[in-house]
DNA sequence: TTGTCAAGTTAACAGTGTTAAATCGCCGTT
DNA sequence: AACGGCGATTTAACACTGTTAACTTGACAA
């Protein structure tokens, strides 16, 4: 039967049409904003319809959250492939984990639980974070090969500066313009990586 | 009549109450399980008798918020008193910051909206958060008498550094020891301070 | 005894996440 | 053609949430 296939790319549909209008919502209105009543008005079904997809609001969220880590690991692994000196790699990473979080707060939020955005389960535990932070401590690693202690201890400095940046910037965003603080981020990326070596 | 004054010390005992019993909550079951019934509950009183001392839960927040800048404005005037030297000082009050935070986290989650901590009232327009800032900025300025711009590029470069390590400290709480995060947030600050002469 | 006023409660509204029960239409069988 | 089942979908309900209007209750003054 291709009804099969057929009904099974249809469900991949709604499916992604739950994710796509969640995220729609909390960029418009915030991640307080967004029921699931609400997302399943916008697909024009009833509320149980939604948690045929999802069993719940958190799971939900969480996959949101894990879709986000992804699209950065993606973006990191590009980045990775462009460049072979280990400083370039870690900066342009830097620079698009910032505009990452200017052009998809409301992801950025999500991934953080930041802002009204809420999931219970711990963020760590999502396999997308893990696969980032791997990403960036092996970085770290070719650049300065050290114990795995201090590695772990350089990927939380870096990782720090940069989610503190971030997060203060949008918190600022409208006392501090953004583009200043770009400039700030950009130079003490560059300071920390330069410090590295 | 003295009665009235017995009334207003009553109604400020009650008012506190409700304060505390919000940070109890938060500080057991998260901010997400602070409810206005709850809090009523626990005071032996109705809901709607909180209305009478809070026009709305945010205002609550707002309010547990900025008791929570004050308190840290406190102990960074205290610091102020007590050294001259200004390396000195704004190490102290950094690893001051990060004290209020271990101690307090669901304190320091209200400030930030953090981790389920929602209010909608922004952060900077809180008086609390001004004072902070600007006492902060003074220590900066008398370290580095420089333009006002690049006192607050420092401050932002501190908060940011200061704030992004004790979210992800808290963040990665069971999998990464408080000890291990302190040190290398106590070596990063003096490396900032030093950094600054 | 009646009236007033304040303190506090109940009841309600609209909304939340979530689930069980009911509906409805389609398809194959008798 | 009538029946049965089945899957898709909706309705209705539960226990919550913030918030407000309306009500009760009790004390004190005229």
Redesign the pocket.
Known sequence: METLER?QRSREQTRSAIVLTAKDIARREGWQ??????I?DAI?????????YF????ILLDEIRNDGFRELQHEYERIKKLYRDPEKRLFEMSVAQWQFAMHQPEIYQVMHNLNGAYCNRPICESSGMEAVSILIREIIFTFIPKSQESIQKLYFEWWSLSHGMISLALMLRDRQSLELSEQVYRDSIRRFVRGLR
């Open positions: 009904k904003a967004v029921s699931i009543r609400k399943a024009d079904y009833s509320a149980p319809i939604v948690y045929e069993d719940s609001k958190d």
